[in-house]
């Protein structure tokens, strides 16, 4: 019987003390969490608008100018709104900038300008938002069912909607003549352009949809692991697709938006206006793997690169230094992000 207990006891692995992690401090853990990333994004918007000050001098922190950065934000900022979502679900939509020049195309044309007129200018807006939508959904059915890889599902109506775009109007641009359209769509509240008030809406919606709904939760949980979602009892198909028509039907906001800025529907409007978003809700926060979304960081991120804009104009820079001035901060977003998630799972584990 004491061999047995001899054994048995043998067997048994040693009990190996593993040094105890030290707890993060506070502040580690304020910086770490949403509050302290939204603290980053309002420093550096900060810092730009000081640089913008030293370098512009007076003319740069004018109420005017101050109105045309967030009116110059405000059209991609609505399409960002969009892609925070599908970017937060582990998507990506390449197609909102072809998808917003079709869309004020259909709406510009000579027809549905003459049924405007006789009957009322929200017919534009209408038809501009169906664009979208039906875009979107063509998205998330070939995606969600023809399990099609979003990257390519989404390149492929960037092309096509693009080419669409310039058969259906020729390759001309097509002026607005409704002029209830543009006096309604060009008029100021409290003396704000209905422009960035529609901004301000689409981000407030965006921000209760994602934080305080059953669909904005689906969309983190679908973002983290899509596969545990499912068993999780979500309908991922049929959720991946209202994404993607979410995302489109933001893109006919912004070709309404386009319309009432330019008084002109063409196909070359939104061109490149996908990457902008991207980079937009990259730079804000938002996961480019899913899982974690912020509409906050989004909006923060539309109005950097806003500003970085207005900062080059004002000091009349060239746009190639631009360019390469945004994707240094997008560069740097990425490394953030990689660096966070990065000590993310080391706690995990």
Do not use: C
């Amino acid at each position: 019987m004491s061999e047995q207990n001899t054994t048995v006891s043998s067997s048994v692995p040693p009990v190996i003390d593993r040094p105890k992690e030290k707890p993060d401090s506070p502040l580690r853990r304020f910086l770490g969490g949403s509050a302290g990333r939204n603290l980053g994004l309002v420093i550096a918007l900060a810092l730009l608008i000081g640089v913008g000050a030293a370098t512009a001098g007076d003319r740069f922190l004018t109420v005017d100018n101050m109105l045309t950065i967030v009116r110059y934000a405000s059209i991609i900022g609505v399409i960002s709104i969009g892609m925070t979502f599908v970017i937060t679900a582990g998507g990506i939509d390449l197609s909102v900038g072809s998808v917003m020049g079709l869309s004020s195309v259909v709406a510009t044309l000579a027809a549905v300008q003459l049924a405007a007129t006789q009957s009322s200018w929200i017919l534009m807006v209408v038809v501009a938002l169906a664009v979208g939508t039906a875009a979107g959904l063509v998205n998330g059915v070939v995606i969600a069912y023809g399990n099609v890889v979003a990257f390519m599902a989404t390149l492929a109506m960037l092309v096509g909607a693009r080419g669409l775009a310039e058969l259906v109007s020729e390759r001309r641009t097509l002026i607005v003549n409704v002029a209830e359209f543009l006096s309604a769509t060009r008029s100021n509240i409290l003396g704000v352009p209905l422009l960035i008030w529609i901004f301000v809406i689409v981000a407030a919606a965006g921000w209760f949809l994602l934080n305080r709904t059953t669909f904005g939760r689906r969309t983190v949980a679908i973002g983290g692991n899509r596969e545990a979602a499912r068993l999780a009892g979500i309908k991922v198909r049929r959720h991946v697709v209202a994404l993607y028509v979410l995302s489109g039907f933001t893109a006919g906001i912004a070709a309404v938006m386009m319309l009432a800025r330019t008084t002109s529907g063409t196909s070359t409007h939104g061109t490149l206006y996908e990457l902008d978003a991207i980079a937009a809700v990259v730079v804000g926060g938002t996961l480019l793997v899913g899982g974690r979304g912020t509409i906050v960081g989004t909006v923060f991120g539309v109005l950097i690169f806003a500003t970085l804009t207005n900062v080059f104009t004002q000091n009349n820079l060239s746009t190639s230094v631009q360019a390469v001035a945004k994707g240094a901060i997008i560069v740097l977003a990425v490394l953030l992000q990689q660096r966070f998630a990065s000590r993310g799972s080391r706690r995990t584990d």
